[in-house]
């Protein structure tokens, strides 16, 4: 308090109630001189004591007297600090001056509980104030610094060095060299300030001294006090958790670069707050990221309790927080939320009602409890201040809490206001025992100070100053400007501030006559030179300590899912809107296409002639993976930090790509089905609703897993957007089988699908669809294996079985020509093994002996004869088939109704390839059908076959093949989650 009136004011409203109370002139300006550095002018003096003698009630009652106190406080807008110290020589008068009753005392008492936060701390007070000598001060909250030669204490200017006795760390008495008499220092935690009670007539300062964050008091010409100093040792006296870190000559390289940081050391316990100051790419956020351990350093080792922070990093994640520049919330969650859904995976040691508790404290310590119900949104919205978003970051990371707490720009991009207001947070904390280390930018002067050392990083990454902030500017003027030491007499430090810092390091040079200013005085390496001459850390093997025990515990992979579950389905299916446009896009997409196809074919719609099935079949296929790459691309990349975070802190990857697919298949399932709700009503598909959905779903949950791949492989979220999504799409579409047609000529091989096209999903879902449209329909469903036998006696006895003759008798006619003949007989054979394989078929015995050594004339007849048979009964087959089929139709009432309602032509044209006029063709010497695909069997043992191929083979069992494609694509998927799981392009992410 500089301003002694408001005293003064105080005053008069006690002694115009109590007669005990001396007020004099006299009395006060000795009290004012001896006590105040702010004289006040003697007339108002004057007038303030007439007109409190002139108004003078005695008898007043105790809350007249409170209220009056109070109603002037309040006009004052006292903060907590002037309040308590105007207290303190409010009693300090009181007592000396007057006779202090029980009533009086009583009084004070009361306003001692009105001033001060913590009602229980007016007795320590008033024991503070009103001792008579040291030794009546013997309660814990002080410390008592005494006189110590330079002997007895190995010091360092007029400092105790901070390697002393770990017994001598935990006493209450402080030596302190060259100084002769007794100081005993109380901290109060309502004001984070320091008290000073002066035991020694002989010092010029004043009887009580209030030390704030970053002060400095100057006892005599050869000893100070600082805060911090006290700050030290009173930490070491309270029962909280001990931590140290100590780098020993530690460096970073990049690779294929020279920035990094050079080789420092560092030592520092626990409740610092310690500021990195230096220009943008100076090495800062390296520092940081190498306490942390996500970066291993080049040269050197750091621990921490002396554990080896690189070979122990298991045991001591847990005790290092680290709260990177970038924004780790969830947007759709308000801050409780955010909190509460970090404390499930962070506090399984804790009991709900516990982690509420925890999050509470959390809240109030960083002074943002009145936000809690704020949706955080995204930081365009601005529902929380920016100060506000990075307080709550920071306290995401406090959930754990972590006693070394390391904060990357903390204040980036802030205003002063809540840059100071974060800063006063930290500040608080490190009276918990924490060691909160931060990198800085512009601050406050009164917020800058509150850094009890501040380590600076010059260009090129040169460490040049680690130590009080106080004594920085002091540390690189006196560097510059040796000849003009700043010599201190005041009782208060200069205001300096990291602007004024860092304008010292890089003071230029000044070159006369022209006055051209040129280089700095101090290079960065010649700063760095100076660094090494003054920085030290204890010279000895560090001894292991007790890590803390603290409430994070890592949950349980099936806990972890859980969390990650509720995380992701609060995260979504809590925002209604977007909810909405995702779950409509579906169906109002799926009735554009179905609406186009269907009103194309003009009025008096029917299902059977529609052209435009077909097209709209593919195109669902195209757009369910275009949904499924949509709603994933941004999945994981959106949260890439958040699970950089938690892998680093050895979270399960398992459980939480498990969760993101099970949250987004979710969505995908209840697409999908609107979707074909909406675009088969739309067209009228009937009774095969089942089949369209679970292929639509199945491709979209493709897509939803590539999509992950995306979303975790990109940088940058364009990437995906702009080149991925549009090559699948691009693919899908050339290589489906929708747009460039399979079986317009197949050569070369028996199959008619590229190689390429059978790694693309679209191909495999727009033939599971058309066969099962054509197959499972109403009206083709009951007679489709007639048809498949119709169909196939029908090519047998045809076209197989003239083309089989001809090569027969051709190779009859060119006995003599053995190259000719074995060729005939190769595709009489393999025909025959064709038709053989039908069941009821008699084998032909000489089948064997159709080769060019053993074939005669005998065998040729024994052929013909064989192949008449199989002619008779493949005709009659047909014949009974095409009768059965008659009477399977005749049980519709309305065949002709039921055909047009749900028999498409345009599927069956494709299916069957009608358009094909060639029926078989010959590759090498087999004969290869290419009638009626849908009813042709597969030809080979591993799932190829023709394009429409109603069942595909697969170790000799049958299956068919919507089932079977849909498995593909499932198996598709299900290769793409491994590569996902186990981040196998990550490397191209990091490159």
């Known amino acids: 308090m500089k301003n002694p009136g408001i005293f003064i004011d105080l005053i008069s409203i006690f002694y115009s109630a109590f007669d005990e109370i001396k007020l004099n002139q006299k009395t006060l300006m000795e009290y004012i001189n001896l ?54 020589y409010i009693i300090d008068y009181l007592f000396i001056s007057s006779n202090l009753t029980n009533e009086l005392y009583r009084v004070l008492e009361t306003l001692g509980s009105r001033f001060f936060v913590e009602q229980d701390i007016f007795s320590h007070v008033f024991e503070f104030i009103t001792a008579k000598n040291p030794d009546d001060l013997n309660r814990k909250p002080y410390l008592i610094i005494k006189s110590a030669s330079e002997s007895d204490s190995d010091l360092e200017g007029s400092w105790i060095e901070d390697n002393i006795p770990q017994e001598e760390k935990l006493t209450r008495n402080i030596e302190l060299a060259g100084f002769n008499g007794t100081i005993v220092t109380m901290y109060l935690p309502a004001t984070r300030n320091f008290y000073l009670r002066i035991f020694n007539t002989k010092i010029s300062i004043p009887k ?37 870190i100590l780098a020993e000559n530690v460096s970073y390289q990049y690779a294929n670069s020279d920035k990094g940081i050079k080789s420092f050391s560092f030592f520092e316990e626990s409740g610092q707050l310690i500021g990195i100051i230096g220009k943008e790419g100076v090495g800062k956020s390296t520092l940081l990221e190498l306490f942390s351990g996500t970066l291993k350093s080049t040269t050197g080792n750091i621990f921490i309790n002396g554990y080896n922070l690189a070979s122990s990093s298991y045991l001591l994640k847990n005790i290092i927080g680290y709260v990177s520049e970038k924004d780790l919330l969830f947007d759709e969650h ?30 109030y310590d960083l002074d943002i409890a009145d936000i809690k119900e704020v949706k955080v949104g995204k930081i365009s919205d601005k529902n929380l201040q ?44 490190t009276f918990k025992g924490k060691l909160i280390i931060t990198s800085i930018s512009q601050t406050s002067e009164e917020a800058f100070k509150l850094f009890d050392k501040i380590f600076i990083i010059d260009d090129g990454g040169y460490p040049i100053y680690y130590g009080n902030t106080a004594e920085a500017l002091d540390y690189f003027q006196s560097k510059i400007f040796p000849q003009n030491l700043r010599k201190q007499s005041s009782q208060i430090p200069q205001k300096i501030n990291a602007e004024e810092i860092i304008d010292a390091i890089n003071i230029k040079s000044i070159q006369t006559g022209d006055i051209n200013i040129t280089e700095r005085r101090k290079s960065p390496e010649e700063w760095y030179k100076e660094y090494n001459k003054v920085s030290s850390i204890p010279k000895k093997t560090p001894q292991q300590r007790v890590l803390p025990t603290g409430i994070y515990q890592l949950p349980s992979l099936d806990k972890q899912f859980a969390v990650y579950n509720i995380r992701n389905f609060k995260t979504k299916y809590t925002n209604y809107k977007r909810l909405l446009i995702t779950f409509s896009a579906g169906p109002i997409i799926a009735s554009i296409i179905a609406g186009i196809c269907r009103f194309l074919m003009g009025t008096g719609y029917s299902f059977s002639e529609n052209s435009n ?83 639509n779903f199945s491709i979209e949950a493709f897509g939803v897993i590539l999509g992950l791949v995306f979303s975790s492989t990109v940088r940058k979220i364009e990437t995906i957007f702009s080149f991925f999504i549009p090559l699948v799409i691009a693919l899908n579409f050339l290589l489906g ?43 083709e469903k009951p007679v489709f294996e007639i048809d498949n036998t119709i169909s196939r006696s029908n090519y047998y006895y045809e076209y197989l079985l003239p083309f089989i003759k001809t090569h ?29 394989t039908y069941p009821e078929v008699f084998q032909f015995e000489y089948l064997q002996r159709l080769n060019n050594q053993e074939f005669s004339l005998d065998i040729a007849r024994e052929t013909s004869d064989y192949l008449t048979y199989l002619e008779l009964f493949f005709y009659n087959l047909h014949q009974d088939k095409l009768l059965h089929k ?20 345009s599927v069956a044209e494709l299916v069957l390839a009608n358009h094909i006029t060639d029926q078989l063709q010959l590759i090498d010497t087999v004969p290869v059908r290419l009638s009626d695909p849908v009813f042709q069997e597969p030809v080979s043992n591993y799932g190829r076959a023709r394009f429409f191929t109603g069942t595909k083979k697969f170790n000799d069992q049958l299956i068919a093949t919507y089932w079977f494609n849909v498995s593909i694509i499932w198996l598709f998927s299900f290769l793409i989650y491994i590569f996902l799981l186990f981040d196998v392009f990550k490397k191209f992410r990091m490159n």
């Open 886 to 905: 008659e009477e399977v139709l005749s049980q519709y009432s309305d065949q002709k109704r039921m055909k047009e309602n749900n028999y498409n032509k």
């Open 737 to 779: 089988g929708g747009a460039i047609k399979f079986f317009e000529k197949p050569v070369k091989n028996k199959f008619d699908i590229p190689v390429i096209s059978e790694f693309i999903p679209s191909r495999w879902a727009y033939e599971a669809l058309m066969v099962a449209q054509f197959s499972n329909n109403p009206y």
């Open 386 to 429: 920016p100060g506000q978003r990075r307080l709550v970051n920071i306290a995401v990371e406090l959930l754990r809490n972590p006693e070394i707490l390391l904060i990357d720009n903390a204040i980036e991009g802030l205003n002063m206001a809540d840059a100071s207001k974060i800063i006063r947070a930290l500040y608080h904390l």
């Open 334 to 363: 308000t801050v409780y939320e955010n909190l509460y859904l970090s404390s499930k995976l962070y506090l399984g040691k804790l009991s709900k009602a516990e982690k509420q508790q925890h999050i509470q404290t959390i809240l």
């Open 808 to 836: 027969l008798n051709s190779g009859v006619e060119n006995m003599n020509n053995p190259d000719s003949l074995n060729w005939n007989l190769s595709i009489v054979r393999n025909g025959i093994k064709q038709m053989s």
């Open 35 to 88: 006590n105040f550095e702010t004289q006040l002018d003697f007339e108002n003096l004057k007038q303030s004591i007439e007109k409190n003698n002139s108004y003078r009630q005695i008898g007043k009652n105790t809350d007249t007297i409170l209220s009056e106190i109070e109603v002037y406080c309040k006009t004052l807008n006292l903060s907590i600090s002037e309040r308590v110290y105007n207290f303190f």
């Open 208 to 244: 009580f001294v209030q030390l704030e964050p970053g002060g400095l008091v100057y006892i005599d010409n050869n000893s100070n006090i600082q805060y911090q100093w006290l700050k030290k040792y009173y930490l070491r006296n309270q029962n909280i958790s001990r931590i140290n």
């Open 613 to 695: 099935l077909p097209l709209y079949i593919f195109l669902s296929t195209l757009v369910m993976l275009f949904f499924g790459l949509y709603v994933s691309a941004n999945e994981i990349w959106k949260e890439r930090d958040i699970l950089h975070k938690e892998e680093y802190l050895n979270y399960s990857r398992f459980s939480y790509i498990n969760s993101k697919i099970i949250f987004l298949f979710s969505i995908a399932a209840i697409h999908s089905l609107l979707y074909t709700l909406a675009g088969n009503f739309v067209l009228e598909i009937k009774q095969t609703f089942f089949q369209f959905w679970i292929a």
